[in-house]
């Protein structure tokens, strides 16, 4: 029996379940740098770099191992440009028994995947993808008759199940959850360590050379490309972090500092979602820290809780929802996308950084991207499609099962309530509180009208007032509308005319 086993870019796990029983005399394993998924958006060029470089590394494991491997580059003259145009080729050159493949990530990928499995001449075997903690049929049961599916229900199941920071039964230290201990705002003259990062070797730097020619209308550099693209490497990413950040992660997990675009997060997200690392090795060693007294239990638990808890249940619930989720607009937004998300040309000067950071370094940590490019979104009533499409294209962690369900559902609220409880709609004054962007800015963060307001403060009422029909009758909006009810009238007009006055500015 030969075996062809197809392996997608975000599946570079030596652990993957197409890869287990393995015939190395007979087996063949293909992998393809197609056209199809490069330009399925145009990716952030430092993005394409990692993950076809990461492709290449762990081919060349593979073949190390005594593997047979099939391997089309990007460059390639006979490449056919889709996955299924590269199996029809493969079947034609291999004479492949069977097709096994670990089920893809992506919903479109898998609606292809399935059509081979009526269409090929051979039987196809699509194995599912056991690198999660919980399954979607799982989280399905879970989900079962709730009306709400809030994260933390499901991380406290996840925990017992995996038996993660528990005792006698219950939660260590006795709570579930220490954010109330987290989130501090940033100190002046904060020390954060520096990232790890590695240089790119021959292979990154062909890649590099690739990205460059075939790519180049893409958003991003690839200069200063660092990111690592071996598990070697990404462990040792995780082994810095929990060396010498961890410590920290909760206190200064929502703080923004300008030119620290990494700040104590992990800087994992990439290698967990393409296959490079395994999340319970994460919050193993996560959970070894805190045992050994190296850090303490507000930071564990908040780092493992990222992960256990957030990356499991959104993609639970992509599953569950697909493909309508793509589709949910609750909020009506009908905003096209500003130019200066690409180009970073604004006088906001918190979106300024956050833009900038996002184009040099395909990353942004989480605040970044919820409370001021995502507040912002949602603010403006950017339509989902297009606030979608640009996340997914501009993080080197973004494949759709984890972007979409935190930009249309954490973000956007376009999916009417079922992942956050009420929209994380916040004014500037939280961003002043949490950043010190506030203090270069040419827009005075305490002035609520007029030309020299912060517009995130004009926004973000305007917003509440625009929504008043859908939000209000939220218990968890009652503060915000009672706060709302209490501005006079002649301050509520000139709220709107100066949101009126600075969303026309935008189309
Ligand atoms: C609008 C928006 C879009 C996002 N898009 C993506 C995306 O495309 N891909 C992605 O992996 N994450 C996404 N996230 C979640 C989170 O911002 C990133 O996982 C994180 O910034 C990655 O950096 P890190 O590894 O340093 O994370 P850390 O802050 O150090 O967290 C550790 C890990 O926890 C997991 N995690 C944390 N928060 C989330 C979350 N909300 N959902 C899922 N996993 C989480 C990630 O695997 C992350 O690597 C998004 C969040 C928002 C608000
Ligand atoms: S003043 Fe407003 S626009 Fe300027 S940095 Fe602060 S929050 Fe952003």
Redesign the pocket.
């Known amino acids: 029996m030969k075996r062809l086993i197809y392996v997608f870019g975000d599946q570079l796990s030596h652990n993957l379940p197409s890869l287990k029983g393995i015939d190395p005399n007979h087996d063949i394993i293909l992998m393809t740098e197609v056209q199809s998924e490069v330009a399925s958006v145009k990716h952030h060029k430092k993005k394409l770099v990692l993950i076809l470089s990461a492709m290449r590394h762990f081919a060349k494991e593979l073949a190390d191992k005594g593997y047979n491997v099939r391997y089309v580059t990007l460059d390639d003259p006979e490449n056919a440009g889709s996955f299924t145009a590269e199996l029809d080729r493969a079947i034609v050159d291999e004479q492949p028994d069977q097709i096994v493949v670990t089920e893809p990530s992506e919903y479109r990928v898998l609606q292809e995947v399935k059509a081979w499995a009526k269409a090929m001449p051979i039987p196809v075997d699509i194995r599912p993808d056991t690198r999660f903690l919980a399954t979607p049929q799982e989280f399905a049961q879970w989900a079962q008759g709730r009306k709400q599916l809030r994260m933390e229900y499901f991380y406290r199941e996840m925990r017992k199940k995996h038996d993660v920071l528990i005792e006698a039964g219950g939660p260590i230290g006795g709570q579930w959850n220490y954010d109330a201990e987290n989130r501090k705002p940033p100190k002046s003259g904060l020390l954060v360590p520096r990232p790890t990062q590695f240089q790119p070797d021959e292979i990154t730097q062909d890649v590099i050379r690739i990205v460059d020619t075939l790519c180049h209308d893409h958003w991003g550099e690839t200069t200063g490309f660092a990111f690592g693209v071996k598990s070697k490497e990404a462990q040792h990413v995780l082994d810095e972090?929990i060396a010498h950040r961890l410590p920290n992660?909760g206190t200064y997990?929502d703080a923004m500092v300008s030119n620290q675009p990494?700040m104590y997060?992990?800087?994992?997200?990439?290698y967990?979602?393409c296959g490079l690392l395994d999340?319970m090795v994460?919050i193993r060693a996560a959970e070894r820290a805190y045992h050994q007294g190296h850090a303490p239990l507000n930071a564990v638990e908040g780092?493992i809780r990222?992960?256990l808890g957030?990356?499991e249940?959104?993609r639970g619930l992509y599953w569950l929802k697909m493909p309508a989720y793509k589709s949910q607009n609750a909020l009506d937004a009908q905003r096209k996308l500003p130019e200066f998300f690409w180009s970073a040309q604004t006088d906001m000067k918190c979106l300024k950084i956050c833009i900038q950071d996002t184009h040099d370094n395909a990353?942004?940590?989480?605040i970044q991207?919820?409370m001021v490019?995502?507040n912002f979104a949602l603010l403006a009533g950017i339509h989902p499609d297009e606030i979608n499409e640009w996340?997914?294209i501009v993080?080197a962690?973004?494949?759709e099962w984890?972007?979409l369900?935190?930009?249309s559902g954490?973000?956007l609220y376009a999916d009417g309530g079922l992942l956050a409880s009420k929209p994380y709609a916040a004014s500037g004054a939280y961003i002043n509180r949490m950043s010190d962007y506030c203090k270069s800015c040419r827009y005075k963060v305490t002035q609520k009208t007029g030309p020299e307001a912060c517009p995130f403060n004009y926004l973000y009422w305007d917003f509440l007032d625009r929504l008043k029909d859908r939000l209000a009758p939220n218990p968890r909006m009652a503060m915000m509308y009672k706060n709302l009810n209490r501005i006079d009238p002649e301050t509520h007009a000139a709220i709107k005319a100066s949101a009126a006055a600075f969303l026309e500015s935008l189309d």
């Open positions: 972090f992660f997990q990494w997060h992990a800087h994992v997200g990439f967990l979602n999340p994460c780092f990222q992960i957030w990356r249940y959104v990353y942004a940590h989480h991207r919820l490019l995502g996340y997914l993080y962690d973004a494949f984890v972007e369900p935190n930009v954490m973000v």
